[in-house]
T-cell receptor, first 106, second 115 residues
């Protein structure tokens, strides 16, 4: 069965500290990986996708096929990064993890 | 360019009733997906419509059904409501029918409470 796991429901860091949001997936074949973000009082939106190899708002995500992980990283967290982050994997459908609430404290 | 809009934003139903939720896709998007998001959970895929045909379904019973119309609007219908159907229902539109490259554009959701 297709499954995406985000082991941390809550993550709290201080401004300027590095942050890593963990994501592991269990999928048959080679799924495409995404990170979606939901800021307070806003709708869910795409942050980045593996296929684009891009860095958005200072965030990057590396696909590790051996560990089936797609962790999201940022070297210096900002207060405006506080949001709910969802990892997603797609094959025939986009499956989301349960999300990690990131809080960046001043 | 208009975004994805959903209606109603909130509604309350009683167990056994039926509900219809509506979605207007982003202009030009021919694919719409519906997700159920229970409190504290990630969005769960219900089904997807491409050019007015269902082309993917998650683990939801047949009492969850949908329609997509030529004007890019769509509906999610749920019959015989159960208490566990209480959730936020999200509509998402995209330009392509496969997920490998397509970005999903989400609406703000319809929050359903079943009493």
């Amino acid at each position: 069965a297709q499954r995406v796991t985000q082991p941390e429901k809550l993550l709290s860091v201080f401004k300027g500290a590095p942050v890593e949001l963990k994501c592991n997936y269990s999928y048959s074949g080679s799924p495409e990986l995404f990170w979606y973000v939901q800021y307070s009082r806003q709708r869910l939106q795409l942050l980045l996708r593996h296929i684009s190899r891009e860095s958005i708002k200072g965030f990057t995500a590396d696909l590790n096929k051996g560990e089936t992980s797609f962790h999201l990283k940022k070297p210096f967290a900002q207060e405006e990064d506080s949001a709910m982050y969802y990892c997603g994997a797609s094959g025939s459908r986009l499956t989301f993890g349960e999300g990690t609430q990131l809080t960046v404290n001043p | 360019e208009t975004g994805v809009t959903q209606s109603p934003t909130h509604l309350i139903k009683t167990r056994g009733q039926q509900v219809t939720l509506r979605c207007s896709s982003q202009s030009g998007h021919n694919t719409v997906s519906w997700y159920q998001q229970a409190l504290g959970q990630g969005p769960q895929f219900i089904f997807q419509y491409y050019r007015e045909e269902e082309n993917g379904r998650g683990n939801f019973p047949p009492r969850f059904s949908g329609l997509q119309f030529p004007n890019y609007s769509s509906e999610l219908n749920v019959n015989a409501l159960e208490l566990d159907d209480s959730a936020l229902y999200l509509c998402a539109s995209s330009l392509v029918s496969t997920f490998t490259d397509g970005e999903l554009f989400f609406g703000e959701g319809s929050r359903l409470t079943v009493l």
